[in-house]
């Protein structure tokens, strides 16, 4: 009996002893080796108690640690129905005349806090790396990414995030989102992209992401994108307006949502889960409240009638330079400002619904220096140049315009081998054909002073986009003003 007994209880403590030996391994394998940013942690800290993951991941720049395996899990409330599908297209459904989705909503498959949901504007927890495509995602989510810019050289000579030195080429080049839009409604009054961003960090790297549809770069989705900063990694929902000038892209039936670095070479990883489309949405049902002020940088006197503006919400500041803006979509909220002869700005507010915010702008008086132009060519590949004027209605350069000619002359003889476009682009005042024509003779004049003063035609294109090409609402005075311009963009 006593040898029984000791056979058992030595049989107790060998289980035992391998349970916590499995229990270590299980928690080596999903343990971190320190807290997240201070950042990270207090952006929501109930949710990262709350967080079905367990530990955060290390910091960005660690060495990759392994991963936990996505799964399924059960949906919060919240979620719209179909939320696992890859994709989706409603007609007619509660949310919008049309939603168009690709990816599902799953947080790469790691799920959701319990009474989460992303629509709220909450950022998620702290999540493991998606440092391999994710078998089964729609093309171009549930994936790590890193801009086509970045070579190896700069993966062993640069600071890089933990999606960069986890993944590898092929499988981490940036590859389109395509989105089924098929036929669309009759009438179009607003449409939004919605896009769930996972862990770009251009503040903290100098990454500067391009953001185009089929082919046509969205200027004013570019803007607040390079503004995140989602060390973590962290995801977050924003939501932009697309400007009607583009609303043609959607009939092309399917539209390509295309992310890419291609100039800076900042190891910069990144990662999408799921983007969806609302052609005229019916309301949204969690938003915020912004304040705001506009001022001069300079004398930092306000600055009256200054169009703001966040999703489909717009309006001006008055005398005092103020304004505010409600009923706007939660998240990480958008906030533009421009005023006539000054250069816009945006700022990106992270607004859980139910918030208030407050943005305050001030504005910088546009120049155009040799130093201007070569800092922005550098960082996007192509500069707007707005102190080029024309006759009304005319492609006849008038006499203020040298000093800025002069500079893209400089520009261009700086890098004699290269080839450039010059485009033209006019606002919305018009009708298309007649702007088409017009922005084409204004770049042509342009490209012809060019030439006049020793840059080889060679290595000049000329080029008109007419009202097809904006960067701000044309339904303000100060947006039709960013809108005409002279584009100069460095081809090669």
């Not at 910069?268 to 001022?295: E, M, W």
């Amino acid at each position: 009996m006593m040898r029984t007994r000791l056979i058992a209880g030595t049989v107790i403590v060998v289980a035992l002893a391998l349970a916590v030996i499995g229990i270590r391994l299980w928690a080596s394998n999903h343990a971190t080796a320190q807290e997240p940013p201070a950042s990270v942690a207090s952006a929501s800290p109930a949710l990262a108690e709350s967080s079905p993951l367990g530990s955060p991941m290390p910091s960005e720049t660690a060495s990759p640690m392994p991963t936990a395996e996505p799964t399924i899990p059960t949906p919060p409330p919240g979620l719209p129905a179909g939320w696992a599908d890859e994709t989706e297209r409603t007609v007619g459904g509660p949310e919008a005349d049309l939603v168009v989705r690709t990816g599902a909503i799953d947080n790469f498959g790691f799920g959701w806090p319990r009474h989460f949901t992303p629509f709220s504007g909450a950022s998620t927890p702290v999540h493991p790396w998606v440092c391999t495509p994710r078998p089964g995602a729609a093309p171009g989510t549930d994936r790590s990414m890193l801009g086509t810019g970045v070579t190896q050289a700069d993966l062993q000579s640069r600071p890089a995030d933990g999606y960069s030195r986890c993944s590898s080429r092929p499988d981490n080049l940036p590859q389109a989102i395509p989105l089924a839009v098929g036929a669309l409604p009759s009438k179009i009054h607003q449409v939004f992209f919605q896009m769930f961003l996972d862990d770009f960090q251009p503040t903290v790297f100098h990454s500067h992401f391009q953001v185009s549809l089929n082919g046509t770069r969205i200027p004013s989705f570019e803007q607040p994108i390079n503004q995140l900063d989602q060390t973590g990694p962290i995801g977050k929902l924003v939501t932009l307006r697309l400007l009607p000038e583009y609303w043609p892209i959607l009939r092309a039936g399917t539209v390509n949502l295309y992310i890419d670095d291609p100039t800076t070479g900042a190891p910069d990883g990144y990662a999408i889960n799921f983007v969806r489309i609302l052609v005229n949405p019916h309301g949204f049902r969690y938003t915020v409240t912004i304040s705001c002020t506009v001022v001069d940088a300079s004398t930092h006197k306000p600055i009256a009638g200054a169009a703001v503006s966040a999703a489909q919400v717009t309006t001006s500041s008055d005398a005092g330079g103020r304004c505010a803006l409600r009923g706007v979509p939660a998240g990480l909220v958008s906030v533009g400002a421009s005023a006539i002869g000054y250069d816009s700005q945006v700022q990106l507010l992270d607004l859980p619904a139910g918030n208030h915010g407050v943005a305050n702008f001030a504005l910088r008086r546009h120049t155009e220096t040799i130093a201007d132009l070569k800092r922005e060519i550098q960082r996007n590949g192509s500069v707007a140049i707005y102190d080029i004027h024309f006759d009304t209605a005319s492609a006849k350069l008038r006499p203020d315009s040298l000093r800025s000619l002069e500079t893209i002359a400089q520009l261009i003889k700086s890098s004699p081998s290269s080839h450039w476009i010059i485009a033209g682009n006019t606002d919305n005042q018009g009708g298309a054909a007649y702007n088409l024509a017009l922005s084409v003779a204004r770049a042509n004049s342009v490209v012809k002073w060019l030439t006049e003063h020793g840059i080889a035609a060679s290595h000049l294109t000329a080029k008109g986009y007419g009202l097809t090409r904006p960067v701000a609402d044309n339904a303000t005075a100060s947006g039709r003003a960013l809108n005409r311009r002279v584009d100069v963009s460095l081809v090669k």
